[in-house]
């Protein structure tokens, strides 16, 4: 009872600002409240939400953000998230309860093959009736007081509690992350990825991989077959195996730099590309103008695609 009282009391002087559905596989925004203030702290809340949006698959199933005096909590649930703003004193029992009740709203509402199709941000804008009437009830002590069953909801919270996410472990306000990855253990924090996550694989980005790969493995086998040759007359030139190798080293490593991010990632694909033509040119006499070609090509091909696969920029600002 005094647990009660003691949270209707926190509520009084507490709200929900804002809410918001989203899909989980893109972030794509299915319906949300329009009533965002436009004070700094609030515009801040905002990327903060597009951020977690596009990090929503990484995520467990129920978080919290804490952003200075506001809060961010969300569920998932089949491929759909349902997150929320908050002030910083508002119960967090009471929060996860009010997305417990829009999930089930929504599932009722929607079946899953709409939300799996939808295209266009907010297709389901007409959920934000239920959101506003769920939000202004929640803000309501009075109706609270007679409607919920505050120690169920308590125990379900200490039974299963959110992951906390700090600012900091979630990345700059670019979209971008910088902490080393972590696991979840407990109800621990969750760390970002160590690098940049890239855009998507294309197909071209595709065929380049395979075709470096296949000019590494050719330069890797003439580099051998000059060693055999070298040892064999001690007229060969040294030099040709290290040209080979140099070249198999080159188009590996223009590999790494297709899958992964580094800093200077577009100069180094700039130069390993200039290191494979002066491999080729030095092995000028070893190689015909075909296969010249074909290196010299699948390097420029290679490095085009490097530039083309981006690091991910911001979330869309669908102005939520």
Same mark, same amino acid.
């Given at each position: 009872?005094?647990?009660?009282?003691?949270?209707?009391?926190?509520?009084?002087?507490?709200?929900?600002?804002?809410?918001?559905?989203? !899909?989980?596989?893109?972030?794509? +925004?299915?319906?949300?409240?329009?009533?965002?203030?436009?004070?700094?702290?609030?515009?801040?809340?905002?990327?903060?939400?597009?951020?977690?949006?596009?990090?929503?698959?990484?995520?467990?199933?129920?978080?919290?953000?804490?952003?200075? %005096?506001?809060?961010?909590?969300?569920? /998932?649930?089949?491929? @759909?998230?349902?997150?929320?703003?908050?002030?910083?004193?508002?119960?967090?029992?009471?929060?996860?309860?009010?997305?417990?009740?829009?999930?089930?709203?929504?599932?009722?509402?929607? #079946?899953?093959?709409?939300? #799996?199709?939808?295209? !266009? +941000?907010?297709?389901?804008?007409?959920?934000?009736? $239920?959101?506003?009437?769920?939000?202004?009830?929640?803000?309501?002590?009075?109706?609270?007081?007679?409607?919920?069953?505050?120690?169920?909801? %308590?125990?379900?919270?200490?039974?299963?509690?959110?992951?906390?996410? /700090?600012? /900091?472990?979630?990345?700059?306000?670019?979209?971008?992350?910088?902490?080393?990855?972590?696991?979840?253990?407990?109800?621990?924090?969750?760390?970002?990825?160590?690098?940049?996550?890239?855009? +998507? @694989?294309?197909?071209?980005?595709?065929?380049?991989?395979?075709?470096?790969?296949?000019?590494?493995?050719?330069?890797?086998? !003439?580099?051998?077959?000059?060693?055999?040759?070298?040892? %064999?007359?001690?007229?060969?030139?040294?030099?040709? @195996?290290?040209? $080979?190798?140099?070249?198999?080293?080159?188009?590996?490593?223009?590999?790494?730099? $297709? @899958?992964?991010?580094?800093?200077?990632?577009?100069?180094?694909?700039?130069?390993?590309?200039?290191?494979?033509?002066?491999?080729?040119?030095?092995?000028?006499?070893?190689? #015909?103008?075909?296969?010249?070609?074909?290196?010299?090509?699948?390097?420029?091909?290679?490095?085009?695609?490097?530039?083309?696969?981006?690091? %991910?920029?911001?979330? +869309?600002?669908? #102005?939520?």
């Amino acid at each position: 009872m005094l647990g009660a009282k003691l949270l209707l009391t926190l509520l009084a002087m507490s709200m929900i600002l804002s809410a918001s559905v989203v !899909r989980v596989r893109d972030g794509l +925004p299915l319906s949300a409240s329009t009533d965002y203030e436009q004070s700094t702290g609030m515009q801040e809340c905002r990327k903060y939400f597009k951020m977690l949006s596009k990090k929503l698959s990484q995520l467990p199933d129920r978080c919290t953000l804490k952003t200075g %005096q506001y809060n961010i909590n969300f569920i /998932s649930s089949l491929g @759909v998230s349902y997150m929320m703003l908050c002030t910083e004193n508002y119960p967090n029992v009471l929060a996860f309860c009010f997305l417990d009740e829009l999930q089930k709203e929504f599932i009722t509402t929607y #079946n899953m093959m709409k939300t #799996n199709t939808a295209i !266009r +941000p907010y297709c389901f804008i007409e959920f934000d009736n $239920f959101i506003q009437r769920t939000k202004q009830r929640y803000n309501n002590t009075r109706s609270l007081s007679t409607k919920m069953n505050l120690a169920d909801m %308590q125990t379900e919270i200490k039974l299963r509690p959110p992951y906390q996410i /700090s600012v /900091s472990e979630l990345g700059s306000a670019n979209g971008f992350s910088h902490v080393p990855v972590g696991e979840y253990k407990g109800t621990g924090k969750i760390s970002a990825a160590p690098h940049q996550r890239l855009e +998507p @694989v294309t197909l071209p980005g595709i065929v380049s991989f395979v075709l470096s790969l296949l000019c590494g493995a050719l330069n890797l086998i !003439r580099g051998f077959h000059a060693i055999e040759s070298l040892l %064999q007359s001690e007229g060969e030139d040294f030099s040709y @195996v290290i040209a $080979f190798f140099l070249g198999t080293a080159a188009c590996l490593y223009q590999c790494y730099l $297709f @899958v992964y991010y580094t800093g200077w990632r577009n100069a180094k694909s700039f130069l390993t590309f200039g290191l494979i033509c002066l491999c080729n040119m030095y092995l000028y006499e070893l190689r #015909n103008l075909w296969q010249l070609f074909f290196h010299v090509t699948v390097g420029a091909f290679g490095t085009l695609q490097i530039r083309l696969r981006q690091p %991910q920029g911001k979330a +869309p600002d669908y #102005n939520v």
